[in-house]
């Protein structure tokens, strides 16, 4: 079975400080691996998506992510926080099957302090 | 643009009485997700259409159900809402031909029960 655990369910920040939210994976085949985001009252957006072409994925915003096998992680960083990165963030992977279903994490909220 | 569109996007109902979510596409992708998702929390698959065929979750109240009358659209019954129906509902599509096919999302309707 495939499961996905984020660390801290809030990250306070301050503008310009690095940001890194974590996930960590468990899956008996090789994963795919995504970040989403989302603001108050909207949909979930993707941020960026890992597929096993490369190990660091850049995604929209600044934001990239880095695939360590040998950790089961896939931490979302940005190296300067800015006031509009304050969402809730949402690491998920791929379930294989049938229509693919995505197994979310529990979710982070980012703050960030002006 | 290609989108997901959930009408509508604010929904007021009564205790007991029955509503409908709904969810449309231009993507022309053959899987549509309903996902609820509550305060603080990630969401929750509820069901899913591969092309016409209906696939529920083991643990989703028979109050829910669900119809696809064509590529495009889906919708999203409830039968008789109770106060711990309120949350979010979001729809997405995705392709599923593959596991590394993201999932894209609606923009929710918020449905509060009186």
């Known amino acids: 079975a495939q499961s996905v655990t984020q660390l801290g369910s809030h990250v306070s920040v301050s503008e310009g400080a690095l940001v890194l939210l974590r996930c960590n994976y468990s899956?008996?085949?090789?994963?795919?691996l995504f970040w989403y985001v989302q603001y108050p009252n909207q949909g979930l957006q993707l941020l960026l998506k890992y597929t096993s072409a490369a190990t660091l994925v850049k995604g929209i915003n600044g934001f990239e992510a880095e695939f360590k096998k040998s950790e089961t992680s896939f931490h979302l960083t940005k190296p300067s926080a800015h006031m509009s990165d304050a969402a809730e963030y949402f690491c998920a992977v791929s379930s294989w099957g049938s229509s693919y279903k995505l197994i979310f994490g529990s979710g982070t909220r980012l703050l960030v302090r002006p | 643009d290609a989108m997901v569109i959930q009408n509508p996007r604010y929904q007021v109902t009564q205790f007991g009485k029955p509503v409908t979510l709904s969810c449309s596409q231009t993507?022309?992708?053959?899987?549509m997700y309903w996902y609820q998702q509550k305060s603080s929390q990630a969401p929750k698959l509820l069901f899913h259409?591969?092309?016409?065929?209906?696939?529920n979750e083991a643990d989703t109240p028979d109050n829910f159900q669900s119809r696809r009358p064509n590529t495009s659209f889906c919708f999203l019954d409830i039968r008789s809402p109770g106060l711990g129906d309120a949350a979010m509902y979001l729809c997405?599509?995705?392709?599923?031909?593959?596991?590394?096919?993201?999932?894209?999302f609606g923009p929710g309707t918020r449905l509060t029960v009186l």
């Open positions: 997405a599509t995705s392709r599923a031909t593959s596991a590394n096919n993201e999932q894209f």
């Open positions: 993507l022309n992708h053959n899987v």
């Open positions: 259409y591969y092309d016409k065929d209906f696939n």
């Open positions: 899956s008996s085949v090789p994963p795919y």
